[in-house]
Structure formats: structure tokens, C-alpha cells
T-cell receptor, first 112, second 114 residues
Framework: KAGVTQTPRYLIKTRGQQVTLSCSPI?????VSWYQQTPGQGLQFLFE???????NKGNFPGRFSGRQFSNSRSEMNVSTLELGDSALYLC???????????FGSGTRLTVV | AQSVTQLGSHVSVSEGALVLLRCNYS??????LFWYVQYPNQGLQLLLK??????LVKGINGFEAEFKKSETSFHLTKPSAHMSDAAEYFC????????????FGKGTRLSVIA
């Protein structure tokens, strides 16, 4: 059974640019969540999508957005990148929270 | 709202010694509780989860955790540490009911000394 796939693994962008990250969940999982991980703030929840609808949203500025497609694949977009957006972005999929969440390997974003 | 506190950002043990990583939760409703492990440059791997069944939960790699409602704790233990256990460990909580997201603690880095 394939795991959660995040692409790309590494990304370097310049301040002011925008970036799109992709997440393919485990087959059959309809929930996809995104987290930002930094040394200072730890793991912070960005948003969750379920059946193409945003179900939960964390406390991040509107520059951070996401969407989910009918095949449950999800993308997150960050516009007008800032140096502070440098982080590991993790995606997790779940069939039901009772079964836990499976995480991908993450996308390491560096903003220069 | 749920929250998790992990006591000790860094724990160091000798190989073969007991591993004890502490986690206390705060939740207004019965919670689901999870422990995840993260190795360098990797994502999070689920070690074990408490979902209101048995209070003593056994996970992978010899880890286990006990849910203690009276102490609002969910500490992670392993009888004998192995060098390969060196990693970052995260405790996480989610409400049992409703569609609330997973909330993580700050993490505890475990070092194993030979």
C-alpha cells in the first residue's frame, strides 16, 4: 500500500515568489491535513480538507491557501513568500481519526 | 480546545536503560492521543494511539503508553533503549468527537548513549 507522497522534497524560492506544494494521500483516505514545522514554533496546523471542502483552518495569514481535488490529492499554495516561511511542510492523510494520521516525508522549503 | 505539554525538550538515556517521555494533555472532551516519532529529514511515523479502548497501549518498536485520566497523562515508555531509538518524539491530541485537528506538543529529542 503506497504511503502519503509529497512533492517536491526540496524547494528553494526567493522572497516575494509564490510556491505550490503537492500531497497525494493514501488511497481511500478523504482527509488531508497540512502542517508547518519549524525549530522555533514546532508543528503548527495549517488546514484540513475533507471531500474537497476545507474543514478546519489554523491561525495562518491568507497568503497560505489550499485545495483538494476529487481524487483527494491536495495542494497548498503560499504567495508572496517571506523568509519566515522557510520550514518543513508536512501533509497527513486519514480515513478516520480513530485510525490515526499517516504523514508524508514533507517538503523542505527554503526562502532566500 | 485541546493542548499537549511535553516535559523535557531533550532526554538522554544510556543504551539498555528505561526510556520515559512525558506527555500531559488538556482537553475539554475525551481525547484521542497519539505518539509519533520523527527521524532526521523524514516525516512523522505513528508509534501508537489511544482511542478510548484499553488504557495501556502497545505500539511499534517496543514502545507503550498508558492513558491516565486522573493525571491527564499519556507517557511513553520503553524498557530498554536502543541506539536506533534516537529521534524526536511528539505527543498529539485530538478531540474524540467532532472534526478537530491534531494538535502537537513541542517534541522531545531522545539521545541514546552507548
Amino acid at each position: 500500500k503506497a504511503g502519503v507522497t509529497q512533492t517536491p522534497r526540496y524547494l528553494i524560492k526567493t522572497r516575494g515568489q509564490q510556491v505550490t506544494l503537492s500531497c497525494s494521500p493514501i488511497s481511500g483516505h478523504r482527509s488531508v491535513s497540512w502542517y508547518q514545522q519549524t525549530p522555533g514554533q514546532g508543528l503548527q496546523f495549517l488546514f484540513e480538507y475533507f471531500s474537497e471542502t476545507q474543514r478546519n483552518k489554523g491561525n495562518f495569514p491568507g497568503r497560505f491557501s489550499g485545495r483538494q481535488f476529487s481524487n483527494s490529492r491536495s495542494e497548498m499554495n503560499v504567495s508572496t513568500l517571506e523568509l519566515g516561511d522557510s520550514a518543513l511542510y508536512l501533509c497527513a492523510s486519514s480515513a478516520d481519526k480513530n485510525y490515526g494520521y499517516t504523514f508524508g516525508s514533507g517538503t523542505r522549503l527554503t526562502v532566500v | 480546545a485541546q493542548s499537549v505539554t511535553q516535559l523535557g525538550s531533550h532526554v538522554s538515556v544510556s543504551e539498555g536503560a528505561l526510556v520515559l517521555l512525558r506527555c500531559n494533555y488538556s482537553s475539554s472532551v475525551p481525547p484521542y492521543l497519539f505518539w509519533y516519532v520523527q527521524y532526521p529529514n523524514q516525516g512523522l511515523q505513528l508509534l501508537l494511539k489511544y482511542t478510548s479502548a484499553a488504557t495501556l497501549v502497545k505500539g511499534i518498536n517496543g514502545f507503550e503508553a498508558e492513558f491516565k485520566k486522573s493525571e491527564t497523562s499519556f507517557h511513553l515508555t520503553k524498557p530498554s533503549a536502543h541506539m536506533s531509538d534516537a529521534a524526536e518524539y511528539f505527543c498529539a491530541v485530538s478531540a474524540y468527537s467532532g472534526n478537530t485537528p491534531l494538535v502537537f506538543g513541542k517534541g522531545t529529542r531522545l539521545s541514546v548513549i552507548a
